[in-house]
Every structure is written in structure tokens, then in C-alpha cells.
């Protein structure tokens, strides 16, 4: 990573104020990692123990360009996506032209009145750049359904295959394989 140093001291001070607000839920939206690498840094794994045991219950991370590993905990509640990938940008380089919306299922029980992640789910994009068109951002999933189905001016072959590729990646990328 580019961030060698961990400003620890800060990060638990920003924390222990959020803690005395009492939120039902805490989310902290990170740009970490390394611009181009689906590899999880140590500085993201250091910074990511630090925010869970100071009880942050969600991490969504951005930088590197690319999909990155999702990890979820359904007995404590908590879900890291270390990189969303990156939604819209011009795709010129390998693995960029693809990333994910996340979907979070967050529930309050109104009985005992704690509030916790249970769930969670993902949308893959991919930023279709082709020669004299529109930049065009579309549902991996929905596009290659309508491809298969014979949807005319959904996309050509060539787009196909290449997102075909790239749920594929993207889906490891999620699982961290």
C-alpha cells in the first residue's frame, strides 16, 4: 500500500467520539489499498482489525480500482467489501471496467433494540467504452441474459464475452479466490 503508516491513535480517538453518539450502526467508507491490485494490503487488514474491535460494523473501501474481497460475519454483524471496484471511470486498464453496488440488509430488532447487518448482496457493473458510443454502465447480469436471449441491440459478442469474463472475476474477487 501506499499508506505505510497507521495513524492508530487518530482512528481511536474519530472512533471513541462516534461511540458516544450511541448509532445504531456504524459505517466507515475508506479509500484504501493499492491502485490496481485485487491483493488485500496489510495496512487495510491492520486498519480493518482496528475499526471491528473499535465497533464499527461495516467497511466499504475504495482505491484500488478494482473488485477486492467482501467478508462477512453474520454472528458479530460485520461485513467488509475492501474495494467496490471502479463504477465509473474510463475502463483503460484490465479489471477496471467492472466493479459492484453493494447491497446491505441491515435489521432493528425492536424488542431489545439492537440494530445489525444480517446480510448482504451485490449488483457487478461494467462500463461498456466502445468505438463512437456513449460510455455506456450496465447490469453484468441483466446484459449477458439479454444477449442470450437474442436482444437485439443489447450488446455485440465481443462486449458479451468480455463481461461474461468479468462477473466471472468479479464474483472471485468477492469470494477472495
Known amino acids: ?11 481511536t480517538s474519530v472512533l471513541e467520539d462516534i461511540n458516544e453518539e450511541a ?42 480500482h478494482y473488485v477486492q474481497q467482501i467478508t462477512f460475519d453474520p454472528e458479530k454483524g460485520q461485513l467488509v467489501a475492501y474495494s467496490l471496484g471502479d463504477f465509473i471511470g474510463d475502463a483503460s486498464r484490465s479489471g477496471s471496467e467492472y466493479s459492484i453496488v453493494l447491497n446491505l440488509e441491515i435489521n432493528k430488532d425492536n424488542t431489545t433494540g439492537t440494530t445489525a447487518i444480517t446480510g448482504f448482496d451485490y449488483t457487478p457493473l461494467f462500463t461498456a467504452v466502445e468505438e463512437g458510443k456513449p460510455i455506456r454502465v450496465l447490469r453484468i447480469r441483466e446484459a449477458i441474459a439479454a444477449y442470450e436471449s437474442g436482444y437485439m441491440d443489447a450488446v455485440d459478442q465481443a462486449l458479451y ?17
Not at 24 to 33: E, Q, R, V
Not at 47 to 59: F, K, R, S, T, Y
Request: hydrophobic share 35%; net charge negative.
Open 161 to 177: 464475452e468480455d463481461m461474461v469474463y468479468a462477473l466471472k472475476r468479479a464474483e472471485q474477487r468477492v469470494n477472495g479466490e
Open 23 to 64: 448509532p445504531d450502526i456504524t459505517i466507515a467508507l475508506l479509500h484504501w489499498g493499492s491502485e490496481f491490485n485485487d491483493t488485500i494490503s496489510r495496512s487495510q487488514k491492520t486498519i480493518c482489525n482496528l475499526l471491528q474491535e473499535n465497533g464499527v460494523d461495516a467497511i466499504i473501501g475504495t482505491h484500488p
Open 1 to 11: 500500500s501506499t499508506y505505510q503508516k497507521v495513524d492508530t491513535q487518530r482512528i
